[in-house]
């Protein structure tokens, strides 16, 4: 019989070996518990909504993905009116308009979910098909007080301080105040899509390039190096907002952003945010359009190159598809997968605090089975994550699968060890091992494996962090 060949199917190829599962997975322990330190509650959506409910805010039907059945099942309903959510905001949406009269506003939520996109697959780019997203909002009813957006960068300061992955700066700019500069420089409606995106370009492309692109949208070569050259000019967060009040004095949204950003600065130290983690940044231009307020990407200072690595910002109206309540917020997202798979690419990946290979317990006489056992429920009733070698081999093989699997410490027995009461304890990374009587094991297994975590933290811990 022939075989079917096992292959992953593009942009679907993101799984992990076990070590990387535990490290992805300390990843997202650490945002969940950012994010409840906050106040943020969790919920979960369905992975399939109504492609109505999907496509309601203007979702690219070529990104959705349509379920549907290898044997056709017309009265199946999920097969021909449902759809994979591509992001976790649309469900969210359709959630507060049907849940509103039983949620408590200022209603705060984290998820954390997969989603699915048909974009096209870029590995080297952390583009994929079906990726993790780590999601959360604030939302009220009616009015969203600016220090909502002002506590957002809080949040994003304590998940990526967390998470050990070097120095990341957190840029903000005001959807007003992008507006107002290109009515401010004449940009037409038709032509204002092609400047932003120009200008998105600025950290990412030659000055050549967004220079042509500007005039490409319309803008003279004069007109395009001026943008460019304010734009691009970078300047503490205090000389930004200075500069602003110059260029954009007597442009009405202009000097609205411009306020609104003095505020929310302002707010934001008062939540304790170091001025070296914030920059106004101008190039910093969200694609979607329900964007209103402020907006935040944020980069890695050594590593530019794999662009912002948590994004969001403030819009007017979450819901107005769903219901004619006003639900305004603010929120971000973290795209985990991708973030992920470039810190494993450029070696930033942090070890698991704590993973299932903690004790191994090789049986060296399987005749003392039951003794071996018992070590072994004494450990995990201590909370000692413990696996025993219930296989016959030698001890050499044994201890050799313990080292491939990443255990930290075997336990090691023979006839003369239980015949005297007592269990060798190796440290596998240091090769050391020590004598201990059976009533003295657990302490002595616990305190090994602080030791051993001590001593891999400091070995993992990045500089700049």
Same mark, same amino acid.
Request: hydrophobic share 40%; glycine share 6%; aromatic share 8%.
């Given at each position: 019989? #022939?075989?079917?060949?096992?292959?992953?199917?593009? $942009?679907?190829?993101?799984?992990?070996?076990?070590?990387?599962?535990?490290?992805?997975?300390?990843?997202?322990?650490?945002?969940?518990?950012?994010?409840?330190?906050?106040?943020?509650?969790?919920?979960?959506?369905?992975?399939?909504?109504?492609?109505?409910?999907?496509?309601?805010?203007?979702?690219?039907?070529?990104?959705?993905?349509?379920?549907?059945?290898?044997?056709?099942?017309?009265?199946?309903?999920?097969?021909?009116?449902?759809?994979?959510?591509?992001?976790?905001?649309?469900?969210?949406?359709?959630?507060?308009?049907?849940?509103?009269?039983?949620?408590?506003?200022? &209603?705060?939520?984290?998820?954390?979910?997969?989603?699915?996109?048909?974009?096209?697959?870029?590995?080297?780019?952390?583009? &994929?098909?079906?990726?993790?997203?780590?999601?959360?909002?604030?939302?009220?009813?009616?009015?969203?007080?600016?220090?909502?957006?002002?506590?957002?960068?809080?949040?994003?300061?304590?998940?990526?301080?967390?998470?050990?992955?070097?120095?990341?700066?957190?840029?903000?700019?005001?959807?007003?105040?992008?507006?107002?500069?290109?009515?401010?420089?004449?940009?037409?409606?038709?032509?204002?899509?092609?400047?932003?995106?120009?200008?998105?370009?600025?950290?990412?492309?030659?000055?050549?390039?967004?220079?042509?692109?500007? #005039?490409?949208?319309?803008?003279?070569?004069?007109?395009?190096?001026?943008?460019?050259?304010?734009?691009?000019?970078?300047?503490?967060?205090?000389?930004?907002?200075?500069?602003?009040?110059?260029?954009?004095?007597?442009?009405?949204?202009?000097?609205?952003?411009?306020?609104?950003?003095?505020?929310?600065?302002?707010?934001?130290?008062?939540?304790?945010?170091?001025?070296?983690?914030?920059?106004?940044?101008? $190039?910093?231009?969200?694609?979607?359009?329900?964007?209103?307020?402020?907006?935040?990407?944020?980069?890695?200072?050594?590593?530019?190159?794999?662009?912002?690595?948590?994004?969001?910002?403030?819009?007017?109206?979450?819901?107005?598809?769903?219901?004619?309540?006003?639900?305004? $917020?603010?929120?971000?997202?973290?795209?985990?997968?991708?973030?992920?798979?470039?810190?494993?690419?450029?070696?930033?990946?942090?070890?698991?605090?704590?993973?299932?290979?903690?004790?191994?317990?090789?049986?060296?006489?399987?005749?003392?089975?039951?003794?071996?056992?018992?070590?072994?429920?004494?450990?995990?009733?201590?909370?000692?994550?413990?696996?025993?070698?219930?296989?016959?081999?030698?001890?050499?093989?044994?201890?050799?699968?313990?080292?491939?699997? $990443?255990?930290?410490?075997?336990?090691?027995?023979?006839?003369?060890?239980?015949?005297?009461?007592?269990?060798?304890?190796?440290?596998?990374?240091?090769?050391?091992?020590?004598?201990?009587?059976?009533?003295?094991?657990?302490?002595?297994?616990?305190?090994?494996?602080?030791?051993?975590?001590?001593?891999?933290?400091?070995?993992?811990?990045?500089?700049?962090?």
């Amino acid at each position: 019989m #022939s075989k079917v060949q096992p292959k992953l199917l593009k $942009g679907f190829d993101q799984e992990y070996l076990p070590h990387e599962q535990l490290q992805f997975n300390r990843m997202i322990e650490i945002i969940r518990k950012t994010f409840e330190l906050f106040g943020f509650v969790p919920i979960e959506t369905p992975a399939a909504e109504r492609k109505e409910i999907l496509t309601s805010k203007g979702g690219v039907e070529k990104e959705i993905y349509a379920l549907t059945r290898l044997a056709a099942a017309p009265d199946d309903e999920a097969s021909t009116k449902g759809a994979l959510h591509f992001d976790l905001t649309v469900p969210l949406a359709r959630y507060v308009a049907m849940r509103e009269r039983e949620l408590a506003f200022p &209603f705060r939520r984290y998820q954390i979910q997969k989603v699915w996109r048909g974009e096209t697959p870029q590995a080297r780019k952390g583009r &994929f098909r079906e990726f993790y997203q780590c999601d959360i909002d604030i939302i009220n009813r009616d009015k969203l007080s600016y220090l909502a957006e002002a506590e957002i960068p809080s949040v994003i300061y304590s998940v990526f301080k967390k998470l050990r992955i070097g120095e990341f700066r957190i840029r903000i700019n005001n959807r007003k105040i992008l507006k107002g500069l290109l009515q401010k420089f004449s940009v037409s409606q038709e032509n204002s899509a092609g400047v932003l995106r120009a200008l998105d370009k600025i950290e990412k492309e030659a000055r050549s390039v967004v220079l042509e692109d500007l #005039s490409r949208a319309g803008m003279s070569h004069v007109q395009a190096v001026e943008l460019f050259s304010f734009v691009s000019t970078r300047r503490d967060t205090d000389e930004t907002l200075h500069a602003l009040s110059e260029l954009t004095s007597q442009n009405e949204m202009c000097e609205k952003g411009t306020a609104e950003l003095k505020e929310l600065v302002a707010a934001i130290r008062k939540f304790g945010l170091p001025d070296s983690a914030l920059r106004i940044d101008l $190039g910093v231009v969200r694609g979607l359009d329900y964007y209103t307020g402020t907006i935040y990407e944020t980069t890695l200072e050594s590593y530019p190159e794999l662009g912002s690595i948590c994004s969001g910002g403030r819009y007017d109206d979450l819901a107005s598809y769903f219901t004619d309540t006003k639900l305004p $917020g603010v929120g971000i997202s973290i795209g985990l997968t991708r973030l992920f798979s470039k810190l494993k690419e450029v070696g930033l990946l942090q070890p698991a605090e704590r993973r299932p290979t903690e004790a191994f317990i090789a049986i060296m006489d399987h005749q003392y089975l039951d003794w071996y056992l018992n070590i072994a429920r004494l450990l995990r009733e201590a909370g000692v994550n413990t696996e025993v070698y219930l296989e016959k081999a030698k001890l050499r093989n044994q201890l050799v699968h313990a080292d491939k699997k $990443g255990f930290r410490l075997a336990l090691i027995a023979g006839q003369s060890e239980v015949e005297r009461g007592v269990v060798q304890i190796k440290d596998l990374s240091t090769q050391t091992a020590s004598e201990f009587p059976l009533a003295e094991v657990v302490a002595a297994v616990k305190n090994a494996l602080e030791e051993s975590v001590k001593r891999e933290q400091f070995a993992q811990v990045p500089r700049g962090s």
